[in-house]
């Protein structure tokens, strides 16, 4: 079955380091792909997506490109501020579900320290 | 901008008790989702809800689960019956039609179980 594949967290950083959270897919055809994120006491935000190869999602900085040779959708940022702390979500869905049901990473724990 | 609400934000309740848990989707949307989070967890899928009745279901949907679309705006999710290890975040979400990816997220329930 479909599964997504997170480094395991948490990523510590300072504030303005370079962010890259990464994660890898296992699906069969072209999933779509997405980053959610998961502010302290929040529920899930869509972040960013992508639906097909080559396509790079970005929202607030940050950036996805989806690579279908390497089965990947790392997350980066060029400069982490403080208020980036959170939890990151690697998800798809795909033509296993009718691109109904979406299947998520473990999430990784970002921490910017100021 | 529209957005998927749910209520409560926190449930208590005692273990053999039934719970209904509510989400408003976003009001043009035709697909409807419930996912629950064990704290510290990956978030899990639960169901899958379009043209009213269940599309999929994961193995955690079991007969003690059941959803409702009561009305035009209402969607539901019941625990006939709470055991410990329902105690988890359950998010709700919606999608629009066909040809619509994302998956929009309410801010979540929070069930105890005792």
């Known amino acids: 079955g479909d599964s997504v594949t997170q480094m395991e967290g948490p990523v510590t950083l300072s504030e303005e380091a370079f962010l890259t959270i990464n994660c890898t897919y296992t699906a069969t055809g072209y999933p779509s792909l997405f980053w959610y994120v998961q502010y302290p006491g929040e529920g899930l935000q869509l972040l960013l997506k992508a639906t097909k190869a080559d396509d790079k999602g970005s929202n607030k900085g940050f950036e996805a490109t989806y690579r279908k040779e390497t089965t990947s959708f790392h997350l980066e940022k060029g400069s982490v501020q403080v208020s980036d702390s959170a939890v990151y979500f690697c998800a798809l869905t795909s033509l296993n579900t009718g691109f109904q049901k979406l299947v998520f990473g473990t999430g990784t724990r970002l921490l910017v320290s100021p | 901008e529209p957005e998927v609400t749910q209520t409560p934000s926190h449930q208590v309740t005692q273990m053999g008790q039934e719970v209904i848990l509510r989400c408003v989707p976003i009001?043009?949307?035709?697909?409807f989702y419930w996912y629950r989070q064990i704290l510290g967890q990956k978030v899990e899928f639960l169901v899958s809800?379009?043209?009213?009745?269940?599309?999929?279901k994961s193995e955690i949907f079991d007969d003690q689960f059941s959803v409702e679309r009561p009305d035009g705006s209402n969607f539901t999710l019941k625990i006939r019956s709470t055991k410990l290890e329902d105690s988890a975040m359950y998010f709700c979400?919606?999608?629009?039609?066909?040809?619509?990816?994302?998956?929009?997220f309410g801010p979540g329930t929070r069930l105890t179980v005792t």
């Open positions: 979400a919606s999608k629009g039609g066909e040809g619509s990816y994302e998956q929009y």
């Open positions: 809800f379009y043209n009213n009745e269940i599309s999929e």
């Open positions: 009001s043009n949307h035709l697909y």
